[in-house]
């Protein structure tokens, strides 16, 4: 299959157990056992993650971009990835994946960006709509400031804790080659254009560290005590710039620690699933490595699954 075309693809069980298994992601709504005991589910069956999707999107648009490079294009500072969730995919339900024409502009102040409209599709409608775009500066929250905590005590934080200024939730990860492979082949990239022992290849996919969010988010809402059974969340949408200088420099072992805020709660604004215009949840979501340096940062919103259904009704 040429790989930046849109043939139909389909994503398995086993595509979504080895992906939620490479980066802990224990949702029910993934799980082949456990997605029937979620209330009022309407999905029928286990449905592909939001990050597997965005980590074929990914690969599909380097790819593309290894195609249609040009001597002038100034190497990427930024990878900023913004996509909305119109709709699930379900195991064995086939798609496309469309990766638009790559666009360049400047902006007045000496900025630039370079960005490919991305378009998932089933035969029923849209799943996945956004823009992977690459810039000399971050696109999301860009004067983000991190909790004030020394990079030196960022290693004494305890993992799945709050952060002591009350406003943050603590995960720590760790890099690991196999698990990063694993996501890119249950999200069916080809592992090889980022890993290769004989070749001395070791590049981490920016959305191995960013689909660590994931876990992180649900170690809080569990840890608050949250029913996911009775109360289920789905994303709506994610905003991630991902810093390409630090993320190429990634190695195993290298220590991840995962910010995630308290839920802010805004207003509906027509996004999301089935284009509602419900209450949501936005956090906002940091990814630290051991010096301090940023390596992505971003927001995800959310919106509890009975609220969707309401709004249909």
Known sequence: MDPVSADEQVYQQIHLDVARNATDDFNPFHDADKWHRIHQNPFGGPIVLGFQM???AEYRVTRHRALDSTDDDPPAAFRNYQFTFAGVLRTDEPFRMEIKPTKRTSTPDGGWTRSNRVVVRKADGLVLIGQIRDSDRPLALPDITPPAVPHTALSELADRSPVPDGHWFHKRKFMTNSNAKNLLSGSLARQADYFDELEDRVNY?????????SCALLERTH????DFY???MVY???H????QRLARRLRSADALHLLVSNPQVVAGNGGGLGNTGIEQQRHTCLGLLENGGILFRG????APLNAILGSGE
Do not use: K
């Not at 996919?205 to 969010?213: L, S, V, Y």
């Open 54 to 56: 965005e980590c074929l």
């Open 205 to 213: 996919p920016d959305m191995f560290p960013t689909a660590m969010i």
């Open 223 to 226: 840890a608050a005590g949250h």
């Open 230 to 232: 009775a109360n289920p």
């Open 236 to 238: 709506t949408t994610h």
């Open 240 to 243: 991630f710039s991902v810093d």
């Open 299 to 302: 927001e995800v919103m959310l």
